[in-house]
Nanobody, 116 residues
Framework: QVQLVESGGGLVQAGGSLRLSCAAS????????MGWYRQAPGKQRELVAA???????NYADSVKGRFTISRDNAKNTVYLQMSSLKPEDTAVYYC??????????WGQGTQVTVSS
């Protein structure tokens, strides 16, 4: 069973940057496309960035040009570099597979709070 541990969140002013990390146990990590999701209070969880096993990336329009997803298969880790942060980016951020038909057990997530 793969376990996901997200870290790197915090409180930042609008316009600032944060780098999130997601460490996964288990070598099966490398065979799945991975994604970063976020859930704001009162809203559904949404996929904001995804990366294929080969490194191709896709982003939600709301974060395109500001967020960058990357992965290090040797370290079983996926990253999310966030810049030009906005108050509307405030949410709990999670990582998981980007495969709509297969998900690992969700981790605890990491809180990102952007103040105006």
């Amino acid at each position: 069973q793969v376990q996901l541990v997200e870290s790197g969140g915090g409180l930042v002013q609008a316009g600032g940057s944060l780098r999130l990390s997601c460490a996964a146990s288990g070598s099966i990590f490398s065979i799945n496309p991975m994604g970063w999701y976020r859930q704001a209070p009162g809203k559904q969880r949404e996929l904001v960035a995804a990366i294929s096993t080969g490194g191709s990336t896709n982003y939600a329009d709301s974060v395109k040009g500001r967020f960058t997803i990357s992965r290090d298969n040797a370290k079983n880790t996926v990253y999310l570099q966030m810049s030009s942060l906005k108050p509307e980016d405030t949410a709990v951020y999670y990582c998981n597979t980007a495969n709509p038909n297969y998900k690992y057990v969700w981790g605890q997530g990491t809180q990102v709070t952007v103040s105006s």
